[in-house]
């Protein structure tokens, strides 16, 4: 059964579906680089997320939209998992890790995807293990959604702070002016 497409704007969404294809992974040495050099960090035990956010660009040409498929329309969120070698030995254990972070991901993305196209803006995630023990699914679950409502709460306050920036009335109100 294939996805569905619709459009929103200038924008061809995939209907919210809870898959995790090749798309929506994070590839490429020079955007994992940007996104270990300029993002932010933070820890929720026993993870470490880096995160960037950007802007949506739209698209300029209406006629590429319309025929657009999954490799031209940007994903709203890319994920990149790691398990390093040096907190687990075994490749078995790396895979069940990384297999369980993008699972919980899986079930909990659709509200993070929301948050950020309502903000229209689109974000890279890196999440890192930094705990050498193997975890139980339901632990790994309460993880990521923590992970995904502090990015939640991030994306509100950057929304917040763009309207106060641009909004002359927003500011008198806050007593900057």
């Known amino acids: 059964m294939g996805s569905i497409l619709k459009s ?3 924008y061809i969404e995939k209907q919210m579906d809870l898959t995790f ?3 929506k992974h994070l590839c490429g040495k020079t ?9 932010r960090a933070f820890i929720v035990f026993p993870l470490r997320v880096v995160y960037i956010t950007q802007p949506r660009v739209p698209d300029t040409n209406d006629n590429q939209a319309t025929k657009a498929t999954n490799r031209a329309i940007r994903p709203t ?9 040096k907190r687990f030995h075994h490749a078995v254990d790396r895979n069940r890790y990384r297999r369980l972070l993008r699972e919980a991901y899986r079930h909990h993305q ?5 948050a950020l196209n309502a903000a229209n803006i689109t974000m890279d995630i890196a999440i890192a293990v930094v705990h050498n023990q193997l975890p ?4 790994t679950e309460s993880t990521i959604a923590r992970i995904i409502e502090r990015l939640i709460k991030y994306i509100g306050e950057q929304t917040n ?5 641009g909004n002359p009335k927003r500011q008198e109100e806050a007593g900057e002016l």
């Not at 955007?31 to 993002?39: C, D, F, P, Q, V």
């Not at 890319?78 to 070698?85: E, G, H, N, Q, S």
Request: proline residues 3%; charged residues 25%.
């Open 8 to 10: 929103s704007g200038n």
């Open 136 to 139: 139980t699914y339901a632990d």
């Open 77 to 85: 969120v890319r994920l990149l998992v790691t398990a390093p070698k």
């Open 161 to 165: 702070s763009r309207t106060q920036i």
């Open 110 to 114: 659709t509200a993070l995807i929301e």
């Open 31 to 39: 955007t994992i680089a940007r996104l270990y050099n300029e993002g």
């Open 21 to 23: 294809g090749k798309e």
